[in-house]
């Protein structure tokens, strides 16, 4: 080859990989384009939209139905669907990031960074006025889209048990006193019951020992403020980890940016992506798929920390909710509770039966690809787990009694239980028809007697023991989610 031609092939491999770097046609994990990707990473740890977890009660309760197994009361928590970001996290997101924008573009026009050309259009269409500051907190429709459609899922599951005629007395519906608690209980009822008005049967309670005991535990807000999880939770922010991804971000995009500046635009890739499922988020444009999942580490190392394993009072103050789910169950009434709440809630319910628990403690420096422990399976927006009482007929007795040359299969109470409308096996406790009551209660009957005030030490605290320094923690911490 000539030395004229081997300058034009090196120009033509320059253009290419100039090409193939902005727009990503066969890239590497670091220049992959958003705008071209099938699958986007969509593991959200507690910003996964419900759409992306949950699976079909449906088909589930049919299978369950077939074995042999008739259900006879349901108790089901609910975290509330997806919602408006909170008040800090909206004002950062629309004043940091156009800013932020303004000088990607210009770095994008001046060569510099690896977006790709559609992802850059993306970005520049992007609207930091749909996060609207009068809708803060409130649930996007996706949302009330997702939690009516839970309803009627749930009812269509078990259309014989949940007749017209009985839903005024056999069916309870409880929320907390927050605006997108009480609005996810009713829309799920207008999925649930469409021709029936049960909006007016929901009970709304505040500082409720089974919906909100973690507001009213003296113990645990005071351990967890002085506690291990901030540290822990500090040194992953400054840890390498993390360190990467501003790196990447940075290299990315062409502009220097800060821990903060990353966690707004992770924030805003899937506040966009959870209220427009079918649009590519903007903001995600600017992560890999390895920064996706340290990001999503990230924040499931704080949620271990504040509703996990970390610490004993964290699960052992789920206690009420347990107790109410034991005392309903054992007169085995053809009744039924749904309670709708928090994240904070949900995920101690789960931790209390010992879900998720991984065989060594989630720390900072060890990001453990095959953890257990991930919130964007268990702890997303509209996360719920339910436990269902069944009479199951229990085949591997065979004919049990005789009547007048008749069979008479013997038959047995068990619990059936559900996280986001996929079956799982009670730890310690795995049946194909459930949880024999009998194995239920030896394993959790001890909390059918459940000393709260003591356990939480709330003596001279009175019912609001809140910590006023944790609750601004709470507030300034912009990776946490309600």
């Known amino acids: 080859m000539s030395t004229q031609n081997q300058h034009k092939s090196l120009v033509l491999a320059l253009l290419i990989s100039i090409f193939l770097t902005k727009n990503c046609a066969d890239s590497d994990d670091q220049t992959e384009c958003l705008s071209e990707t099938k699958h986007p990473y969509m593991n959200f740890a507690t910003k996964t939209p419900y759409y992306h977890a949950h699976g079909n009660i449906r088909e589930e309760l049919s299978t369950l139905q077939s074995s042999g197994c008739d259900v006879h009361s349901v108790w089901m928590m609910v975290r509330h669907g997806s919602r408006h970001p909170t008040k800090i996290d909206g004002s950062f997101i629309r004043h940091h990031l156009p800013l932020l924008r303004k000088k990607l573009v210009n770095a994008y026009h001046h060569g510099l960074g690896s977006l790709c050309r559609k992802d850059l259009e993306l970005l520049k269409e992007w609207d930091p006025d749909k996060l609207s500051h009068d809708r803060r907190m409130q649930l996007?429709?996706?949302?009330?889209?997702?939690?009516?459609?839970?309803?009627?899922?749930?009812?269509?599951?078990?259309?014989?048990?949940?007749?017209?005629?009985?839903?005024?007395?056999?069916?309870?519906?409880?929320?907390?006193?927050?605006?997108?608690?009480k609005e996810t209980a009713k829309v799920f009822l207008e999925g649930f019951s469409p021709s029936q008005n049960l909006e007016k049967n929901i009970v709304v309670k505040e500082h409720d020992r089974i919906m909100e005991f973690h507001e009213i535990c003296h113990k645990?807000?005071?351990?967890?403020?002085?506690?291990?999880?901030?540290?822990?939770?500090?040194?992953?922010?400054?840890?390498?980890?993390?360190?990467?991804?501003?790196?990447?971000?940075?290299?990315?995009?062409?502009?220097?940016?800060?821990?903060?500046?990353?966690?707004?635009?992770?924030?805003?890739?899937?506040?966009?992506?959870?209220?427009?499922?079918?649009?590519?988020?903007?903001?995600?444009?600017?992560?890999?798929?390895?920064?996706?999942?340290?990001?999503?580490?990230?924040?499931?190392?704080?949620?271990?920390?504040?509703?996990?394993?970390?610490?004993?009072?964290?699960?052992?103050q789920a206690c009420p909710a347990v107790q109410d789910l034991l005392q309903r169950f054992r007169y085995q009434s053809d009744s039924s509770v749904f309670y709708f709440t928090h994240l904070e809630t949900v995920v101690k319910v789960m931790t209390r039966f010992g879900f998720f628990n991984d065989s060594k403690p989630l720390t900072w420096n060890a990001?453990?690809?095959?953890?257990?422990?991930?919130?964007?399976?268990?702890?997303?927006?509209?996360?719920?787990?339910?436990?269902?009482?069944?009479?199951?007929?229990?085949?591997?007795?065979?004919?049990?009694?005789?009547?007048?040359?008749s069979c008479h299969i013997r038959m047995r109470w068990t619990v059936n239980t559900y996280i986001n409308e996929k079956k799982v096996h009670l730890p310690r406790c795995a049946y194909t028809t459930g949880c024999p009551w009998l194995v239920f209660q030896q394993l959790y009957g001890q909390y059918a007697v459940c000393p709260f005030d003591e356990l939480c030490g709330n003596k001279g605290f009175g019912s609001k023991v809140v910590s006023e320094?944790?609750?601004?923690?709470?507030?300034?911490?912009?990776?946490?989610?309600?």
């Not at 017209?164 to 006193?177: A, R």
Request: hydrophobic share 40%; with cysteine; glycine share 8%.
């Open 220 to 316: 645990y807000n005071e351990k967890i403020f002085n506690g291990s999880h901030i540290p822990a939770f500090l040194k992953f922010l400054k840890g390498p980890e993390l360190l990467s991804v501003v790196g990447s971000v940075s290299e990315r995009i062409a502009v220097p940016v800060e821990r903060l500046h990353v966690v707004l635009m992770y924030n805003a890739c899937r506040y966009y992506k959870v209220m427009e499922p079918l649009k590519h988020s903007a903001w995600c444009a600017v992560f890999s798929r390895k920064d996706m999942e340290v990001m999503e580490f990230g924040e499931d190392l704080f949620v271990y920390h504040d509703h996990g394993y970390a610490l004993d009072i964290t699960y052992e």
């Open 140 to 181: 996007f429709e996706t949302g009330r889209v997702e939690m009516k459609e839970l309803g009627a899922r749930v009812r269509e599951a078990l259309p014989h048990f949940f007749k017209e005629g009985v839903l005024e007395h056999n069916v309870s519906i409880w929320s907390t006193n927050t605006d997108r608690t």
């Open 367 to 405: 990001m453990d690809s095959r953890r257990r422990w991930r919130t964007s399976d268990f702890g997303g927006f509209g996360s719920n787990i339910a436990f269902l009482l069944t009479k199951c007929r229990d085949v591997g007795y065979g004919c049990e009694i005789r009547v007048c040359g």
């Open 469 to 482: 320094q944790w609750k601004f923690w709470r507030k300034l911490n912009i990776l946490r989610e309600l």
